[in-house]
């Protein structure tokens, strides 16, 4: 499966969709509207040797920036939709030490396989990231992000409650970013490895009956599924009181020597 084979499983059509370039002053991004011309891209930036990732979900505008100079990328006013629920595994002795990961991809993958047929779960698509292992269930129409987000963190829930070894951080965040399939993973210059999948996803699922699997799962389980935020969901979100204090400047720069330096020298520092 190449990159744009890729991109098709996963993204939603008719939508924007990024691809992050990780520089030494931080992630870069780049929207398109088209999947051959982000693919393109990213293959681009791979090739200059920079880090590249993918959103993983779809976007609404291409990024810009808003009329307080704020770039406007990833950020939960710009989501629009995602077209698959997606787990990234951690894998390595070190990993494996720190109890966040599996000593090996197989062992990582066997994990996940294992508990997908213990819960009646389809196989996702499985992608060797060049050191962990990426797992999308693709479906075959997308979500909104609130229903999309109640769905992952079941399910992400349920995964931690069994003890699966899956990364937190990316189970139920609808802006993640990970590496596309066609580049290379370049933690290690002298060896970038590349990413590329290793079990196909023999059709997409049927959205319905994905998310319905999860609520049942959860129905019948014991575990405790994490809120999703009243942000998010629209619910009335409770004002924090604000008491006004009284700022002195002075008394700021009497006590911080940076401010002092500022104050002493009306500004002119390095």
Partial sequence: MNTVEFFKAILPSDSV???????????????????????????????????????CAAYKELPYRD????????TSTNWKCAKAFWQDIDCGETKAAEGKGYATQKEGAKALLA????????????????????????????LAPVEWVKVATALKSMMQADHLLIDPSRASDFASVLRPVGTHNRKDPSNPK??????????????????????????????????????LSGEP????????????????????AQVRAMRDTKGDVS
């Fill in 17 to 55: 969709y990024i691809i992050a370039a990780h520089t030494e002053k931080g992630f870069r991004h780049k929207g398109f509207t088209s999947i051959e011309e982000a693919a393109a891209f990213a293959h681009k930036c791979d090739a200059s040797g920079v880090p590249t990732y993918h959103a």
């Fill in 67 to 74: 009329e307080n100079g704020k770039l406007v990328a990833r």
């Fill in 115 to 142: 508990w997908c047929k213990t819960k009646g779960l389809p196989f996702p698509m499985l992608v060797n990231s060049g050191r962990g292992v990426h797992a999308y269930w693709a479906l075959t129409t997308p």
């Fill in 194 to 231: 590349e990413v590329k999948v290793v079990l196909e996803q023999k059709a997409p699922i049927d959205t319905d009956t994905f998310c319905m699997k999860v609520a049942e799962l959860v129905a019948n389980s014991d575990c405790e599924i994490g809120p999703i935020p009243a942000w």
């Fill in 237 to 256: 979100v409770e004002e924090i009181p604000y008491t006004p204090i009284e700022c002195k400047a002075e008394l700021c720069a009497d006590k911080c």
